[in-house]
């Protein structure tokens, strides 16, 4: 063989060998590219069934409680540090929702917890600064972030976040995870979540913004303290154009949507620390009610994300607190309270415990008891009327020494001003809040009586069998007194005093619903009939007649006075309110300051009703009416000069006439019972009394 063909020989050698040897090579790279892969593929399964296996960590989120009124409308938010409301996703506006999506993760629904193109787009930024100028979270490692990590900017940090991401899209759906995140952003002012901050914001519930205000909240979370609109409103309204153009970009809105969500005026409220606080004695009631009586702790009242709804009128609650502002302007010093309840079902609808709750947050409705003074007498009435004491029973009204605990002492009570009436009946004694009638009447019938009477009525402050408790010195609250006479405007029945209406946890589970206790306290002929006489109050020459120009519908009180204290305490057949005028500290009342009671009272509860036809009370069964001769107590004849219509207990009216006048023709009717007077009718009385 030559020379020449031994190369030719070997070059083919080597040319033959070379095939094998490189398709050999790329066959092991690719095997060991699948097997690599296999692996890679079975380690992520592992991984990820190990993840979805795994807890995530315990989570507490502190939510505020909300407050509402009897209408359902908000009127306060418990913050516990943080004022937060959760809300479903289907109760967030579509604007704000898809805002949030388009300028914070707009690749949301496509990826699984972490966007690779974005980790990619900034793991180069941040590997050239070697920092982390750049980030690339996703909203589910936000969300992740925000529940289970702090803020601290590390790789180790960074890592967690992607893990518990991928565990929150394995155990959660989209949308619960976008809505778990919309109800944690942070938004300013100890405030988390689109509800609240809507609330703080705007005023209204987070379903309810349009696209320019849903375009403006979600920009803040980005940094609130450079993006709120109470710290700097053009940046705000800078990231509130870019986030409208990101929605834009991403066909969530068109651009003529975007030019209209540019031109809409926005109303921003002022932050919530400078408006003022509405019913904020009442809202301390009710979280006393819950934690004191229903067994709610303060941990879950302040930050379970409770809703209360509450027995609330915002209307008579405004008209209350403007109508007590405006008698008592031009006195700074002065204290009162009012608490005003639905007698029919026991309603607190309004309540002010003081002036100035910011100055002092002791609430004297229900906390502040204060001698009732002559306001006390109706409880002594009822009870005589309930032992044999009837409208006409009479009893002279002059200076009288009453002795009591068998002879051993004594008690003289004095009429205001030292002014006696002679021989009165129980009407005239109402009217005139005559202190003599009201002391004997307690000494016939017997203090410990008076004081069963007043147990029956929801009175449960410390009474002793005096003759002093006939005239109210021993002190009450005004929330008592205004639930007693609210027996007398519901025809003797007693419903429990009621604040709290239902209480349900954040899903909707109902903790409490209110079931108040009912009973008939009294039979409804005496309360009637105490009614009627204490009609006579507003009427001339009672106690409270100076106001008779004011109330425009049926209505009975009492008055009560002491040397520190003034009160006014009436009723309608729908609301029964107790009103009280005095100092804190034992300093006597002026004589103009122990007149403010009657004019609160008269023009709050007209401005209270304004919306509500007048009612008669109604007569119930057991009730007789007959025209009486005052001067007598006897049944009128046509002779007799001021006969009146009076009301009885059945069995219990006069049955003989009066003749010291004369004897009419028409004394008797044809079957021996009163005659009705053709000249004035219980419907001509009633249409006077409409028209003055």
Not at 371 to 400: C, D, I, W
């Amino acid at each position: 063989m030559t020379k020449q063909s031994r190369h030719r020989a070997a070059d083919g050698y080597s040319a033959g060998m070379f095939v094998p040897r490189t398709k050999s090579r790329i066959g092991k790279f690719f095997s060991y590219l699948f097997a690599s892969s296999a692996v890679c593929a079975a380690g992520l399964a592992l991984m990820l069934l190990y993840l979805r296996s795994q807890a995530l960590p315990a989570v507490h989120i502190s939510q505020s409680s909300q407050i509402y009124d009897i209408h359902g409308k908000l009127i306060d938010v418990t913050h516990a540090g943080q004022n937060r409301q959760f809300v479903p996703l289907d109760e967030i506006s579509p604007h704000l929702v898809h805002a949030v999506i388009a300028i914070e993760d707009h690749r949301f629904y496509e990826h699984f917890g972490l966007d690779p193109r974005g980790i990619a787009r900034s793991a180069l930024v941040n590997l050239r600064s070697m920092s982390f100028h750049q980030g690339s979270s996703t909203i589910t490692m936000q969300l992740a972030r925000n529940l289970y990590l702090n803020m601290d900017r590390t790789w180790g940090r960074k890592l967690k976040e992607a893990m518990y991401a991928v565990q929150l899209e394995l155990k959660l759906s989209k949308d619960q995870i976008l809505e778990s995140y919309l109800n944690h952003i942070y938004f300013g002012l100890s405030t988390y979540g689109v509800e609240a901050a809507s609330q703080m914001y705007f005023g209204k519930r987070a379903k309810d913004l349009t696209l320019a205000e849903s375009a403006l909240l979600a920009g803040i979370p980005k940094g609130p303290k450079y993006f709120s609109p109470y710290f700097d409103m053009d940046n705000a309204l800078a990231r509130q154009k870019l986030i409208l153009d990101a929605m834009v970009r991403y066909n969530y809105i068109t651009p003529d949507e975007e030019r209209r969500a540019l031109e809409e005026k926005l109303v921003i409220l002022p932050p919530q620390k400078d408006r003022p606080d509405f019913a904020p004695y009442f809202r301390d009631y009710v979280r006393s009610i819950a934690i004191d009586r229903l067994g709610v702790s303060e941990e879950l009242f302040d930050g379970g994300g409770l809703k209360i709804y509450t027995t609330l009128d915002p209307e008579f609650q405004r008209s209350a607190e403007e109508t007590i502002n405006r008698y008592l302007q031009n006195n700074a010093d002065i204290q009162t309270a009012l608490v005003s309840i639905d007698p029919r079902n026991g309603y607190i609808k309004a309540m002010v415990g003081g002036r100035d709750y910011a100055a002092n947050q002791f609430n004297r409705a229900v906390a502040g008891r204060r001698q009732p003074g002559s306001s006390f007498k109706p409880v002594v009435y009822l009870t005589a009327l309930m032992h044999g004491f009837t409208p006409v029973t009479r009893v002279n009204s002059e200076p009288t020494t009453f002795t009591y605990d068998d002879g051993r002492q004594t008690y003289t009570p004095a009429n205001f001003n030292d002014r006696y009436f002679g021989s009165i009946d129980l009407r005239e004694a109402i009217a005139r809040s005559d202190n003599i009638y009201a002391v004997t009447a307690l000494m016939q019938v017997g203090a410990d009586k008076v004081i069963a009477t007043a147990r029956r009525l929801g009175i449960t402050s410390p009474l002793e069998p005096l003759p002093s408790l006939a005239l109210g010195a021993f002190p009450v609250t005004p929330l008592e007194m205004a639930s007693a006479y609210g027996i007398l405007a519901n025809q003797g029945v007693r419903v429990e005093p009621t604040a709290i209406l239902r209480i349900e946890t954040s899903d909707g589970k109902v903790l409490y619903e209110a079931q108040p206790a009912k009973e008939q306290a009294v039979d409804p002929a005496y309360t009637y009939v105490l009614t009627n006489l204490m009609e006579s109050v507003f009427e001339e020459g009672g106690t409270g007649s100076r106001v008779a120009d004011t109330l425009k519908r049926p209505a009975a009180g009492k008055t009560g006075t002491t040397d520190t204290d003034s009160w006014m305490i009436g009723f309608t057949p729908e609301l029964s309110t107790a009103v009280w005028i005095g100092y804190d500290r034992d300093r006597k009342i002026s004589a103009v300051e122990s007149h403010l009671a009657a004019p609160i009272f008269a023009e709050y509860t007209e401005r209270a009703l304004r919306a509500i036809p007048p009612k008669l009370f109604q007569i119930p069964e057991g009730v007789v009416n007959v025209y009486i001769d005052p001067a007598t107590g006897k049944l009128a004849n046509e002779a007799c000069p001021n006969s009146r219509l009076e009301s009885f207990i059945a069995g219990t009216e006069p049955t003989e006439y009066c003749t010291e006048h004369g004897e009419g023709k028409s004394a008797k009717g044809k079957d021996g019972k009163p005659a009705p007077r053709p000249n004035r009718s219980w419907w001509e009385d009633l249409k006077r009394w409409w028209n003055s």
